[in-house]
């Protein structure tokens, strides 16, 4: 398989950050866009790169029977992704979906059972791993400067701007914890290699009152897979005139130092017990991590991990959601 076709459905989330990937491989060519739901309004991408004079259909339905696309990417109202990945999967495509996969435990094992039986490539668009200043945490943890994770702070903080009207809709948005918390609990797995046994939340919409299925600020505390903790905070009070979108941040306790790494000030910071306080740099060029999963596609390299990471992720942040609203702590499992 020399080039692969793609078909972008949808109009909003981070489609754009894809696109940017598609752009720089030779690999894959865009064929063709459609709204994710009658009426969705994807004209914010339609002039994109590569997407600018590409056909667009009236239904996603019809572009994947005429088309037949290699890969689909999706970004959309978030109630909609589930439904669409396993529409793409029984057409045989391979998937970059937005996160979170779905809004509801019985639909993300409905969608990962296609996905599975029908032998598809599956990520979701965990951006986090192309930021150079979490990459560079990755090297540090992996070298074993600071020993074993056993106390993780990770932040997430962003601006309220301009959100959607059905953010406000539990049932069209799900909760802050997917959409934006999701983020955070992948920079933890991405950078240690840990996952989750247990978690707890508590969150609410505290002046956003606008939009009153929308949580404006959240707290989450999880078990490591190792027996350590992890704590999370999520907001969307960032100043308007900050000079970043995002806020960032995870700090990592390990058994011999400790990193600290920062989006807005693009640092890694590390004190060890072996190298003392220092500095590790941070690469200028982001890791593309979709160009990566395509490419895996066409040389046949397995994508499973990425598929797998993206699925726990997701239960993770739906078992977030139900153990606020039941006021307790559940296990993963």
Known sequence: MNELTAVSIGGY????SVFDDIAQTRQIRLIGLAPGYDGEDISGITNLEP???KQIYPNYRQMLDELKPNIVIIGTRLDHIGKIIIDASRAGCHIIAEKPLSLDI???ENVRREVLSNNVNLTAMLTMRSKPHFIAAKEVYCSGDIGEAVL???RKSYKWGSRPEWFGDKSKYGGTIGWVGIHALDAINFITGLEFTKVAAMQSNFAHPQRPGCQDN???ILELSNGGHATVSIDYFRPENAKTHGDDWIRIVGTKGAIQASGVRNECSVISNAKGAYQHPVASAKDRIYKKFITNIVEGVD???IRDVSFM?????????EASEKKMTLGVE
């Open 13 to 16: 989330g981070h489609i754009d």
């Open 51 to 53: 997407a600018a004079g």
């Open 106 to 108: 019985a639909t993300l």
């Open 152 to 154: 993780i702070n990770a």
């Open 218 to 220: 959240c707290a989450v």
């Open 303 to 305: 994508n499973s991990s």
């Open 313 to 321: 992720l997701t239960k993770v942040c739906l078992l977030a959601d």
